[in-house]
């Protein structure tokens, strides 16, 4: 049995919740911060760098951030306006640390004052009870997308909402949470957009709510009502690390939607989309809950390829009804990750991995908690053309070949080869045996210290 000291040393090493790798690469770094009362050592979260071979986003020049940054550029926000002076413009690459401390409320004025929908629709000619007159099946029908007055009206109310809960963030840029603070953004989305070297971490990131979906009556069979925001999106990105933030929809949960046209009234788009061609990502101990339309890689069948390379590890993702993620085109690992698909707060399985438009996904040594009430053959889907490679995935604790079970309850196949072999692995565990476990401990925002 383990001595006291042993544990209180195991405690201390847990609480860091840094990899050997990582360690070490700060140690490079100059990040490694000395604690002579304790005799133990932490990083500096605000200056850590991605380790060596961590994923795609280690690939080439790696991902540094704002490690770099001077005190002039080392920020610390508690409110939606430092949060944009912090920020600064887009065209600005100088590197820079962005603290945040507590929750930052997107929908709020320059002065704290909280902003409503009606606040944004004010002066616009928009109503909700307008639009829905005005594009009413039964009357506009269903062959094209609206357009008039009110249609006008609505997006000009969505522009005045996007003006205010969207952060453009420059390239060489880090945002950390501050640690026991609650650290996150509420109703707000980063836009990483064309810009390189990025670093998000310990942030909470909940109820990113577009007030005016527009309705697309072409949108499948039926038609949808479509949003807007994701809480994190990267748009031609490239170099991007997200690590320990939890995604959630708590605050405004989709079955509170009311349903017009038959349909949803969906005020969610993405958790973080990585979209526009981005490439060299990686996504690692965050959590994922609570949403639909989760993580989208690619934005459309027809994105060119080389680009979209994309590691997802150590991840949690529960109550998540699809796109966990749906991949396009591009290489993407997802190896040691943790899939609660009990439904939860509402939210049910569709899927959790889309591999599509001959996507060359590897999934390896993940973990799927799966109830008796859905079938192993939904855990996967696909358009016929994208691939699914690997071995080691668990469901209940067994091996299961999540492909095979997928084929053979549907007529367009997941091929089980890819065109790449991975070797940015750090972390790389064997075994899913321990991961339910194991990452209940350390993935999400608030674990960090």
Not at 201 to 221: H, I
Not at 300 to 310: A, I, N, Q, T, Y
Not at 364 to 388: A, E, F, H, M, R
Request: net charge positive; glycine share 10%; with cysteine.
């Amino acid at each position: 049995m383990a001595s006291a000291s042993h544990r209180r040393s195991l405690r201390k090493r847990r609480t860091a919740v840094v990899s050997a790798a990582a360690v070490a690469a700060a140690v490079g770094a100059g990040v490694i911060v000395m604690n002579a009362n304790a005799g133990t050592t932490t990083v500096d979260l605000y200056h850590q760098t991605l380790a060596a071979k961590d994923g795609w986003a280690s690939s080439g020049t790696g991902t540094t951030g704002g490690a770099k940054a001077d005190s002039a550029h080392t920020f610390t926000v508690s409110t939606r306006a430092q949060l944009v002076k912090a920020l600064g413009s887009v065209s600005d690459t100088t590197p820079r640390i962005i603290k945040v401390k507590g929750t930052i409320d997107a929908n709020t004025d320059d002065s704290g004052k909280k902003l409503t929908c009606a606040d944004y629709a004010a002066g616009t000619g928009y109503s909700l009870s307008s639009y829905l007159k005005a594009f009413d099946p039964a009357t506009y029908g269903r062959s094209k997308l609206p357009s008039g007055t009110q249609e006008t009206a609505r997006a000009a109310a969505q522009a005045k909402q996007a003006k205010n809960v969207t952060f453009k963030v420059p390239a060489n840029t880090t945002i950390v949470g501050v640690p026991g603070t609650k650290a996150g953004i509420t109703g707000g989305m980063l836009q990483i957009q064309k810009v390189d070297n990025v670093i998000v971490r310990n942030l909470t990131f909940s109820d990113t709510e577009d007030c005016f979906p527009q309705w697309d009556p072409t949108d499948g069979d039926e038609g949808n009502w479509n949003s807007e925001y994701d809480s994190v999106t990267l748009r031609g990105a490239t170099h991007v690390w997200a690590d320990h933030n939890t995604f959630t929809d708590a605050g405004h949960f989709d079955s509170t939607n009311p349903k017009y046209y038959g349909r949803e009234y969906q005020v969610h788009d993405g958790e973080l989309d990585i979209t526009k061609s981005s490439d060299l990502v990686t996504v690692e101990q965050n959590q994922f809950t609570s949403h639909d339309k989760t993580m989208l890689i690619g934005s459309s069948d027809s994105e060119p390829g080389g680009k979209l390379r994309v590691t997802l590890h150590h991840n949690i993702w529960k109550g998540i009804v699809q796109r966990a993620p749906l991949t396009r085109v591009g290489q993407v690992h997802i190896y040691n990750n943790v899939y609660d698909v009990t439904p939860l707060n509402g939210y049910t399985l569709q899927y959790s991995i889309n591999s599509r438009a001959k996507a060359q996904v590897v999934a390896q040594n993940n973990y799927w908690t799966v109830p008796s009430s859905i079938k192993v053959s939904k855990l996967l889907s696909g358009d016929g053309t994208g691939s699914v490679a690997g071995s080691g995935n668990l469901v209940n604790g067994t091996a299961t070949d999540l492909v095979a079970a997928y084929n053979a309850a549907n007529s367009k196949k997941i091929k089980t080869t890819v065109n790449w072999t991975p070797t940015l692995t750090a972390g790389l565990e064997s075994s899913a045996k321990n991961l339910p476990t194991t990452l209940a401990k350390t993935a999400g925002a608030g674990v960090l210290s």
